[in-house]
Every structure is written in structure tokens, then in C-alpha cells.
């Protein structure tokens, strides 16, 4: 039987005997605290940690006000819940749990946290830290005034969904102004990011070590993105992918996702190798994006980084040169795809055989066995 001694663990046992809606105002001691914490404003004087294998719930309406230093540490194997909905039944309804306090250290997280209604403010070492190993659920939770070296708000080595959250006036000083992420899935969705900074690369993101080979991914749905910035002039205010060639600001992400991709998953690998190519910067901006929402813009798959600007005729074209490389390329992807078959590659192209062979010689295309 595990054992702990002193006045934390006396504080978590008379907190977990008290009626849930009854609010108290106390001081926490530094040291083990589980049980239930309810509602009402809460001193704590220490570092608080939830030991394994044990529980510690938060209450609707519990404000933990952590002093200089402090922080809060759930160990490996044991869990925070803090979700006020659980206990009021509507979240329209919900009174947020509020972690905050003067210079404090944030909620360090090896085991499972589930963070709802919350709001996390002023932490000056990052507002939520998942390491490895641990899980979390993160829902409707405000992030503001938090800073840290990478990831002012939040900083995860592991899978993460966040859900209808609010990032705000967080900082971080060298990546990821509000979100810095070591691996895993991001998956976000209704969320805003709004004033946040990083002195290196991305204001309001940074995606470190992403490699499509690693199956890691990033996915983002109805996000908002307002005034967050950069210091470092190469940096990307919005999102950076850390372990890429280029970063892609928000306007490209809101081009893509509102985009059907006719050609699916190879066409949208195609799209990003091309505007990688064409890109003179480390950021890809619309015009480089080969989408049909980009009207000036013609792709034709199959045709390496090859791109028709209309606008180039401003300046003058060759349209025989240009006509030549359109025709060879879809003569080339019908032998190939009728294994050197000129008859059939004539069928697929919906020409005679005659005028299949007449432009082959015409372009100088290898004959095909």
C-alpha cells in the first residue's frame, strides 16, 4: 500500500469528503494531491503532483492560483480530469476551471489529462506540457498570456486533437508562439489563434520534424488565424513545418481545404512537390499553389514542375513550343499506358492510328517496341 505523509494529502482527503457544489477557499502546500478539488479560489504554495496510479478532479468553478515557481505534475499512470460538464450537465451552462498565477510553471503531464472548459493563463514555462507516453483530451480550453521556449501554450510529444479552443497573446521564445509540436498527429478543429509570437519560426504553430515517410501528419478544419507574428524575418507568422523545405501560411491552408482534389491523394503529393519546386522562398504562397480556385494558374499532371501562366503572354510566348509540350506529354502517357501499343494509345486518345504515328514523328518521340 502506497503511503504519503504531510499536509497535501490531509487537504485532498477533506476535499474529496466536501459536497461538490459547496465553494472553499484555501491554501494547497506544495506536495501529492488527489481526490476532488471543488469549486472555489485555491492558493498553491508549492508544486502539486498527482501521484501514480491515482485520480485528482477539478470542479466547475475551482480557481487554482499557483504561486512563483509552482506547477502542477501528474505522474506516469495517474490522470487529471478537470471537465465541469460532467458535473452541470450543459456546457452552455459550464463554470471554466481557471489554472492561473504570477511567473508559474505550467501543468506537466506523464500520465492523462482531460482538460474541458478550462482557461490556462501567465504560465512563464509553457501552459501545458504532454511528454511522451502520456494521453490527453483537450477541449474548449482558453490559453492566454503563456510563454516558454518552444510552444508558449501547449508543447506535445504525442497524438493530440484539440477541439474548439481559443489561443491568445502566447509566446514562445524561439518556436511555436502558441503550439510546439515534437511528433505524433495534430488535429485541429475550431480553433483560434489570435496575437500569438515566437522569435524564431512560427508565430502561431511549429510542427517539428515532420516526414510524411514517418506517417506523421498535421490536420487543421475551421481555424482562425489573426495578427499572430514572428520575430525572425525567414520565420512564418502562421504555421512552420520545422523539418521541411518551406512553411505554408494560413491562406494556403484555407485554399486547400476548401479544394475537392478530383485526383485525391496523388494529386495533392503532386501539388506540393510542384509548389515546393517553384517556391523562391521558404514560405509557399498562393500564387504558387496549382489549384483551380487559382484561375491564372494551368497544371497538367504528368508534366513535372511544367506551369502555363496565362499572364505570361503579357510578355510574350511561343505558342507552338507550348502546344508541342502539351501534345508530347499526352502522346508519352498513352503508350505508356497501352504498353507501346500504338493502336490502342490512338483509341485513348481518340485520334486515328494514322495521325497517332504522324505526330510521333513530328516530335521525335522514341518509337515504341
Known amino acids: 500500500m502506497m503511503h504519503f505523509k504531510g499536509k497535501a494529502i490531509l487537504y485532498a482527503l477533506l476535499l474529496t469528503l466536501m459536497a461538490p457544489a459547496v465553494a472553499v477557499s484555501a491554501t494547497i502546500p506544495g506536495g501529492p494531491v488527489f481526490g476532488v478539488i471543488p469549486a472555489g479560489t485555491h492558493q498553491v504554495t508549492g508544486t502539486i503532483t498527482v501521484p501514480s496510479n491515482m485520480t485528482l478532479e477539478i470542479q466547475g468553478g475551482a480557481t487554482l492560483e499557483f504561486a512563483e515557481g509552482a506547477q502542477l505534475c501528474v505522474k506516469s499512470n495517474a490522470t487529471l480530469t ?40 501567465g504560465s512563464v514555462d509553457t501552459g501545458v506540457s504532454l511528454l511522451s507516453g502520456s494521453s490527453a483530451t483537450i477541449d474548449h480550453v482558453i490559453f492566454d498570456g503563456n510563454s516558454g521556449d518552444s510552444g508558449g501554450a501547449i508543447y506535445t510529444e504525442i497524438n493530440l486533437a484539440l477541439h474548439a479552443g481559443t489561443f491568445e497573446n502566447n509566446t514562445a521564445a524561439l518556436y511555436g508562439g502558441a503550439i510546439s509540436t515534437m511528433g505524433g498527429v495534430l488535429d485541429l478543429a475550431d480553433v483560434t489563434f489570435s496575437g500569438n509570437s515566437a522569435g524564431q519560426n512560427g508565430g502561431a504553430i ?18 482562425t488565424f489573426v495578427a499572430n507574428a514572428v520575430t525572425n524575418p525567414a520565420g512564418a507568422a502562421a504555421i512552420s513545418f520545422y523539418g521541411m523545405s518551406t512553411s505554408t501560411p494560413w491562406e494556403d491552408i484555407d485554399l486547400l481545404n476548401k479544394y475537392n482534389f478530383p485526383g485525391n491523394i496523388r494529386e495533392l503529393e503532386n501539388l506540393i512537390e510542384r509548389s515546393v519546386a517553384l517556391s523562391s522562398t521558404n514560405i509557399i504562397l498562393p500564387d504558387s499553389l496549382a489549384l483551380s480556385v487559382n484561375k491564372r494558374r494551368r497544371w497538367i499532371e504528368g508534366m513535372g514542375n511544367q ?6 503572354v503579357n510578355n510574350g510566348v511561343s505558342l507552338d513550343e507550348i502546344l508541342s509540350e502539351i501534345e508530347r506529354a499526352y502522346l508519352e502517357k498513352a503508350l505508356a499506358s497501352s504498353n507501346g501499343n500504338k493502336t490502342k494509345a490512338a483509341e485513348l486518345l481518340g485520334i486515328s492510328f494514322r495521325a497517332m504515328r504522324h505526330r510521333i514523328d513530328k516530335l521525335n518521340i522514341e518509337k515504341a517496341s
Open 307 to 312: 506551369r502555363f501562366d496565362l499572364e505570361d
Open 82 to 121: 478537470v471537465d465541469p460538464s460532467l458535473m452541470v450537465g450543459c456546457p452552455s451552462a459550464v463554470d471554466f476551471v481557471t489554472f492561473t498565477g504570477v511567473d508559474w510553471g505550467g501543468i506537466k503531464v506523464e500520465g492523462s489529462i482531460t482538460l474541458k472548459y478550462a482557461s490556462v493563463i
Open 206 to 223: 511549429d510542427v517539428l520534424n515532420v516526414s510524411v515517410d514517418s506517417g506523421e501528419e498535421f490536420e487543421i478544419m475551421r481555424g
